[in-house]
């Protein structure tokens, strides 16, 4: 297994990967120019972070992607990225990341795992636990002691992989007709 940082040549892969892994949850309604618009400022910034996983062969198996710092926090809106949303965006996606960036100020979130995906066919092979591991790390390496994930109740095998990871389930809340889950964990300091 070879983890390495995301880089722009991994986008393509990345969205590609969300959209078949969240097809019917919330993250999965966006647009494929919205996520790449979304991603692309995950890489651009220090504070976030995305890792890939390539298998033998070069295979892409999965990716993970995460935020230590609130102003980047579960699509929280800068200037830049407002313009590239407007335009790649449905009105009731943008309303729909609007509210979850208030509950992750509500609820006194400060960083975020963000998406971890790993396609079917590497499931059960210990790839999502090393993503987990690598986001962990470079949370640990930026100060983060504690971060959050939402996911849609209906996403089973989410659910099963963040209670297995050791996270806590703090809250339910409503995103506009997509239930979500919040958990946390807390990471050694």
């Known amino acids: 297994m070879d ?5 722009r040549a991994d986008l ?11 097809k019917g949850y919330f993250s999965g309604e966006l647009s494929g120019p919205c996520l790449t618009a979304f991603y692309r400022s995950i890489l651009d910034n220090p504070l ?3 890792f890939v996983l ?4 070069n295979q892409f198996a999965g990716f993970i992607s995460g935020c230590a710092s609130r102003a980047y926090l579960s699509f929280t809106l800068q200037i830049r990225m407002v313009a590239e949303m ?9 309303i729909r990341l ?6 992750c100020r509500r609820l006194g979130i400060k960083a975020e795992l963000i998406a971890v995906s790993v396609r079917p066919e590497y499931h059960r092979r210990g790839v999502g636990n090393h993503l987990l591991s690598a986001l962990e790390k470079f949370f640990v390496e930026t100060g983060v002691i504690q971060y959050f994930v939402f996911t849609d ?3 089973a095998p989410a659910m099963c992989f963040y209670r297995a990871n050791k996270f806590d389930e703090i809250k339910h809340i409503d995103l506009f007709g997509f239930e979500a889950v919040v958990f946390q964990k807390q990471l050694p300091s």
Not at 86 to 94: D, G, H, S, V
């Open 98 to 103: 609007l509210k979850k960036a208030v509950y």
């Open 12 to 22: 393509e892969s990345i969205v590609l990967l969300h959209k078949e892994t969240f």
């Open 3 to 7: 983890i390495k940082s995301a880089s």
């Open 86 to 94: 407007l335009k790649a965006c449905r009105f009731l996606e943008l």
């Open 153 to 155: 109740v209906k996403h």
């Open 54 to 57: 390539y298998e033998e062969n």
């Open 48 to 50: 976030c972070c995305a």
